[in-house]
């Protein structure tokens, strides 16, 4: 029987590192490659998951007051938390293309 994909958007991830791991891009390159594939920096993939934690059951009654908690949000992370980001994207690709496009989770 059939299991439903619950998350679409790791599917696509794999199947871009997978063909540019094909093509014989380097480890290296492939944030940039994916980027370029999404119009997302890198660093976006460690924002998301903090922040939609952030923001759940917050509801906004115009998008200046979401840009604001989002602003808000920003001021008021650690320093850590960036460089945390920045530090694991290498090493998580390596381990991607090492086991073929499947995506490594933290």
Known sequence: MATPIKDWSKLEVRAVVR????????PSEIPKQ???????????????????RHLGGMVFETEDDLISELRNWFDNLDVDFFRVGINSLLSRWQKCIDLYGDCVEK
Do not use: M, N, R, V
């Open 19 to 26: 063909f540019l791991f094909s093509k014989g891009t380097k």
């Open 34 to 52: 994916i980027a370029e594939t999404y119009d997302l920096a890198p660093s976006d993939f460690h924002l998301f998951g903090p922040f939609k």
